[in-house]
């Protein structure tokens, strides 16, 4: 999901190739397009995914563009993808491990890998002992 705008713009160019490039003939699909991309972007799940991916995560910290709405969403996602309260609660218990980059998360490799590798990578390596 961290690579959903590059999908984006390759299904953009797919469908503009699909109409030989004659603007005037793709662009009310653009407007559908753009208009459903848009709906997607201000979901729950798509901030959890913005928090989970630590290249996204540590950058957005940084920078002190990290929203509190972010974490409003991510925390209703948590509980809309896992019902079970103890899973949720070991999650909160994670959290400020994950945020100060603190064990596994402050690991170099995991460090240096953050901003190269996609976010599955990240959780195989952080899962190894």
């Not at 699909?18 to 991309?37: M, N």
């Not at 798509?46 to 509190?68: C, R, S, W």
């Amino acid at each position: 999901m961290g690579y959903i705008y590059e999908a984006m713009d390759r299904a953009k160019e797919t469908i503009a190739w699909g109409f030989h490039g004659v603007k005037k003939q793709y662009e009310k699909v653009f407007e559908i397009v753009d208009a459903r991309w848009s709906d997607q972007l201000h979901r729950h799940l798509h901030a959890a995914d913005h928090i989970l991916n630590q290249g996204l995560f540590y950058k957005a910290q940084e920078e002190g563009t990290l929203l509190a709405s972010l974490w409003e969403k991510y925390h209703s996602c948590v509980e809309k993808m896992n019902s079970d309260t103890s899973i949720q609660d070991l999650l909160v218990a994670a959290l400020p491990k994950y945020k100060m980059a603190d064990g596994l998360f402050g690991c170099g490799q995991v460090k240096r890998a953050k901003d190269t590798r996609p976010p599955v990578k990240h959780q195989t390596c952080q899962s190894l002992p």
